[in-house]
């Protein structure tokens, strides 16, 4: 089954090529599919539907040309733009490019061209949609499970073990600390250091032995070491 958007609006002044475009969009049974040849009625418009994708038309009718409407559109919703063109010169690609568009279709075009660029733009938004979501999700969890004994509370900054607080001092706090807020991800040396001493001279090993401090203290807590990289929390 073709995953495509269900609610598309079409911007282009061509009355053929919009035929064009709603007769091929009309093979999959999409929920809804307008047509507008300008900035001011698809702008009214926008603000009553949520569509899903847009095909925008460099050149409209109006004083607002396509790249001009699809800035206005973006500062406010964030809607997967596709631009529709006949003309390839490279000033106007790079106005387009600023936009960071999620495809193009160059004039003449197929009906096979436009599934593949909805297709492609539609997967791609979605891809960066779940991304952003997961992150926002992981960002807002407070406490952060590292295993069966061992709890950490990131707006306390407290390392919990079988539900009692470790005592920590102050440099074992920053380094669990950004351990937990990068979990299963291996942080750089330098990042530790200077995120932990600041600007103090300190000898080589001083990281060691703080990592040993810690683990001499909390043998369960999994802070795994990359050779030559720098150290991990991992969950288990």
């Avoid at 009553?48 to 109006?62: C, V």
Wanted: hydrophobic fraction near 40%; include cysteine.
């Amino acid at each position: 089954m073709i995953d495509l958007p269900q609610k598309v609006l079409i911007i282009e002044d061509e009355a053929i090529t919009q035929r064009y475009l709603k007769d091929i969009l009309g093979q999959y049974n999409l929920e809804c599919v307008d047509c507008y040849d300008n900035a001011k009625e698809a702008l009214a418009h926008i603000k009553t539907t949520n569509y899903e994708m847009i095909l925008m038309d460099i050149n409209i009718k109006g004083s607002m040309d396509g790249i001009q409407l699809s800035r206005e559109i973006l500062r406010t919703r964030n809607i997967p733009i596709i631009f529709i063109t006949a003309h390839s010169d490279s000033e106007t690609f790079q106005e387009v490019l600023e936009l960071t568009p999620y495809g193009f279709i160059s004039k003449p075009f197929s009906s096979q061209d436009v599934e593949m660029a909805l297709q492609l733009a539609y997967k791609r938004f979605q891809s960066v949609k779940d991304k952003i979501e997961t992150e926002e999700i992981e960002e807002n969890i407070e406490m952060v499970d590292i295993s069966k004994d061992f709890v950490y509370s990131k707006e306390e900054k407290i390392l919990f073990h079988e539900d009692t607080p470790v005592q920590l001092n102050a440099k074992q706090t920053i380094l669990i600390d950004i351990l937990c807020k990068n979990i299963n991800n291996s942080v750089d040396y330098d990042t530790l250091t200077l995120a932990i001493w600041e600007n103090e001279y300190i000898a080589d090993s001083a990281l060691r032995t703080l990592i040993y401090s810690i683990r001499k203290m909390m043998p369960d807590l999994p802070i795994l070491s990359h050779s030559k990289v720098g150290y991990s929390l991992s969950k288990s």
